[in-house]
Nanobody, 123 residues
Framework: QVELVESGGGLVQAGGSLRLSCAAS????????MGWFRQAPGKEREFVST????????YYADSVKGRFTMSRDNAKKTVYLQMNSLKPEDTAVYYC????????????????WGQGTQVTVSS
C-alpha cells in the first residue's frame, strides 16, 4: 500500500514561515523524485518544487524561488518544504507527490499523491 501524508500547514501572517512535511510509506519514496504542488481555490494545480532521489538536486517554480527550500530525509522517508517570506498569494492546499522517474513540473508524471494540507497566509 502506498501512502503520502502531509502535515505542517496552518495560518500564518505575511512574512512568516511554515515547514511542511510529507511522510511516505510503501513504494512512494525509494528511488523516486518527489514534488510539491499547490492548488488555490478556482485555480489549477501548479508545480512548486521537486527533488531528486539523493536530495542533491532541486528545482523550483519562479514564484517561490529564493523563499522555499525542499529537502528530503531518506532514512525517515520524509520530504520537507521550508517556506519563508510567505505571501498571501501562497495561500493554497499544498500536495506532496511521489513516484516521478525524472525531474518534472507536470502533475501527470507523479504517480502518488497525498491528501493535501491547507496553507493560509493573511495580509
Amino acid at each position: 500500500q502506498v501512502e503520502l501524508v502531509e502535515s505542517g500547514g496552518g495560518l500564518v501572517q505575511a512574512g512568516g514561515s511554515l515547514r511542511l512535511s510529507c511522510a511516505a510509506s510503501g513504494r512512494a519514496f525509494n528511488g523516486y523524485y518527489m514534488g510539491w504542488f499547490r492548488q488555490a481555490p478556482g485555480k489549477e494545480r501548479e508545480f512548486v518544487s521537486t527533488i531528486n532521489w539523493s536530495g542533491s538536486g532541486t528545482y523550483y517554480a519562479d514564484s517561490v524561488k529564493g523563499r522555499f527550500t525542499m529537502s528530503r530525509d531518506n532514512a525517515k522517508k520524509t520530504v520537507y518544504l521550508q517556506m519563508n517570506s510567505l505571501k498571501p498569494e501562497d495561500t493554497a492546499v499544498y500536495y506532496c507527490a511521489g513516484g516521478a522517474l525524472r525531474i518534472s513540473t507536470g502533475p501527470r508524471d507523479y504517480t502518488y499523491w497525498g491528501q493535501g494540507t491547507q496553507v493560509t497566509v493573511s495580509s
